[in-house]
Nanobody, 124 residues
């Protein structure tokens, strides 16, 4: 089992920045692809970004390209999501997820472990 704990969410104004962290514990392995997803009230959980286990490949949904940056520190078993130029439409609960086998994916069904989520609220 892998436990994932997100942190770093909060209430910010449009244009501000936040950095989310996702700390992994338990049966951790740097070979996991990691992803970030978000879920707004009344909507489905959707893909935001993903990173390969080496960190050499990163992926983003179109709406966050150029504003968000995913990274990882395998020595610390931690994945980050740097979010700049935040917009009200970025408001959601953000979840990190680990995929035990396979490359990074944009489908939430490809991930094996999930964190409990952290709330990000962006006011206009």
């Amino acid at each position: 089992q892998v436990q994932l704990v997100e942190s770093g969410g909060g209430l910010v104004q449009a244009g501000d920045s936040l950095r989310l962290s996702c700390a992994a514990s338990g049966r951790t392995s740097s070979n996991y692809a990691m992803g970030w997803f978000r879920q707004a009230p009344g909507k489905e959980r959707v893909f935001v970004s993903a990173i390969s286990w080496r960190g050499s490949s990163t992926y983003y949904t179109d709406s966050v390209k150029g504003r968000f940056t995913i990274s990882r520190d395998n020595a610390k078993n931690t994945v980050y999501l740097q979010m700049n130029s935040l917009k009200p439409e970025d408001t959601a609960v953000y979840y990190c997820a680990a995929r035990v086998a396979g490359p990074p994916a944009s489908s939430r069904y490809e991930y094996d472990f999930w964190g409990q989520g952290t709330q990000v609220t962006v006011s206009s």
